[in-house]
């Protein structure tokens, strides 16, 4: 499921009108679309918000990869759906409220499908955070790829050795996680030190505020699909009746 | 009696890349042998099928004579051991020793014969002054043998080794060389994947060259290794003996250097 969920919100280069967009722009679309979906309350708002939210999934063609980070939160979608159901809010209000997750769910997963690690770079030095947090972030970000072709060739290498991953009861079963963390982890840090000394021999953090190849400049486009923004926004407020 | 038997084997990657492509082997009992190719060639790919890791997308792989969709990667393991290429992907205990004992209890072995078998494979691979270190503070050649001790320990019927020689010097290839000329020796099944035929040269083993998931190439080493144009387009270079012997006009190439030393002196006037 961890694998899906990586798979899902892993950024992959493609060229559509929504990719080629400046990310602060495609922040500006995921928050917008994100509150829509924060201020939904019952089936037809709903529907409207996943309307707004797929055309600009579809123009990215990201429509699929979406629907698979949906899958993964279906889980807990579920939790909340029963949880709320006991709680006796009703069946159509407990609906509701679990589809408003859902939506929240692919309305914040479109901007991380759209933009690059590089862009999300761009866009948290723009907001003026510490070069070194964003740094971390960002590279976090850019690990979780490598460490998970890490974890499919370690425990392919354990399941080769014996072990059997999904056998015994659930204190086996977390026992068994021991030969597949324990080398993910030392790897991780090995991996985590190199890149430390590689940085430092590139001359990171030699000087105060270094700076940048790429500066992020707004375009006509970005400009247009800014307008289109606010006054889908501006719309789907209106039609919702909070203004 | 051909222990793995590999029909028109087709592998397509989720991401749709095709990784093996209408692959056909036979390797037979005691046999030894090389399969070679650059980088991304379907080396490792195949490597995974043979215990049942991958299922090929079409055609069939059998591993004693069964079809490898009828068994566990488990069941398969315990007749087919692969050590791969990174050691660092499999070392997690404490002891060098634990790290031998894990496969072991995992087929089943009583303690009494793990323990045994332990004391068998440290013996065996010149290992027991490590015994009780943790494997992670070991050097590249002793994790390297100890990797293939943890296989070895249970004692399958056939050994795969991924790029045993990646990372390793030169005093640690020859140790290898040697494990598997004592494997050799035992009459086991050895399939060793590299791209290093410099390595793979004094073993003399039957040569099977991949280039993008194709068997382009299964003979004899003498046929495989003179054969520059392949060697070119697989992305490998030529052992310098063979390069040697054909800039001298010797068919066959010497074996090892003093082949070479005694020819060479034979000839002077």
Redesign the interface.
């Given at each position: 499921m961890a694998h899906l969920l990586a798979e899902g919100l892993r950024f992959r280069h493609e060229d559509t009108p929504i990719h080629r967009l400046d990310p602060r722009v495609k922040l500006l679309i995921s928050i917008a679309l994100f509150s829509i979906s924060l201020l939904t309350t019952d089936l037809y708002q709903l529907a409207i918000a996943f309307c707004a939210i797929a055309v600009p999934a579809a123009l990215a063609k990201s429509l699929r990869r979406l629907g698979k980070v949906m899958s993964v939160s279906l889980t807990f979608a579920a939790f909340i759906f029963v949880i709320n159901l006991v709680f006796s809010y009703g069946l159509y209000r407990s609906a509701t409220l679990t589809l408003r997750f859902m939506a929240i769910v692919a309305s914040t997963s479109l901007f991380f499908v759209t933009t690059s690690p590089d862009e999300l770079e761009y866009v948290m030095r723009w907001f003026r955070l510490p070069r070194d947090f964003v740094f971390a972030f960002v590279t976090a970000v850019r690990f979780v790829p490598v460490l998970m072709l890490?974890l499919t060739?370690?425990i392919?290498?354990?399941?080769?050795?014996?072990?059997?991953m999904d056998k015994g009861g659930p204190a086996k079963r977390l026992r068994n996680l021991?030969?597949v963390l324990?080398?993910l982890i030392?790897?991780a840090l090995?991996r985590s030190g190199e890149l430390a000394e590689a940085m430092e021999s590139r001359g990171y953090g030699a000087v105060k505020n270094p700076t940048s190849l790429y500066a992020l400049h707004l375009k006509s486009r970005d400009y247009a699909a800014l307008l289109v923004t606010v006054a889908v926004w501006a719309g789907v407020l209106l039609c919702f009746r909070v203004v | 009696m051909a222990v793995i038997e590999l029909r028109d084997v087709a592998f397509r990657q989720p991401n749709g890349v095709v990784a093996l492509d209408g692959v056909s082997l036979d390797i037979d009992k005691g046999e030894v042998i090389a399969i070679v190719g650059g980088n991304g060639a379907g080396k490792t790919t195949l490597l995974?099928h043979l215990?049942g890791?991958l299922k090929p997308s079409s055609g069939t792989v059998r591993v004693f004579g069964k079809d490898t969709r009828e068994q566990?990667?488990?069941e398969l393991?315990?007749r087919v051991?692969?050590v791969?290429q990174?050691s660092?992907?499999?070392?997690?205990s404490e002891t060098a020793e634990a790290e031998v004992l894990?496969?072991l209890r995992?087929?089943g072995f009583s303690e009494d014969e793990a323990a045994k078998r332990t004391d068998e494979v440290f013996r065996y691979f010149g290992l027991e002054h490590l015994r009780k270190r943790a494997p992670?503070t070991l050097s590249g050649g002793e994790k390297k043998r100890l990797c293939i001790a943890?296989?070895t320990a249970?004692n399958p019927d056939v050994l795969v080794l991924d790029e045993p020689t990646v990372g390793q010097d030169y005093p640690s290839k020859l140790r290898i060389l040697e494990t598997i000329r004592r494997l050799m020796e035992a009459e086991k099944t050895v399939i060793v994947v590299s791209h290093d035929l410099e390595f793979l040269w004094p073993l003399w083993a039957r040569t099977v060259v991949m280039i993008a998931g194709k068997v382009v190439r299964d003979g004899d080493p003498e046929e495989v290794y003179s054969d520059s144009d392949l060697l070119e387009s697989a992305g490998l270079r030529q052992p310098q003996l063979v390069t040697i012997s054909k800039m001298l006009g010797r068919s066959p190439s010497f074996r090892n250097v003093s082949d070479a030393v005694h020819w060479l002196e034979r000839r002077e006037p």
């Open positions: 890490d060739q370690i392919d290498a354990q399941k080769s050795r014996g072990l059997e021991i030969p324990i080398p030392v790897n090995v | 995974k215990n890791l566990s990667v488990a393991s315990r051991g692969l791969f990174n660092d992907h499999q070392l997690f894990f496969g995992n087929f992670l943890a296989v249970w």
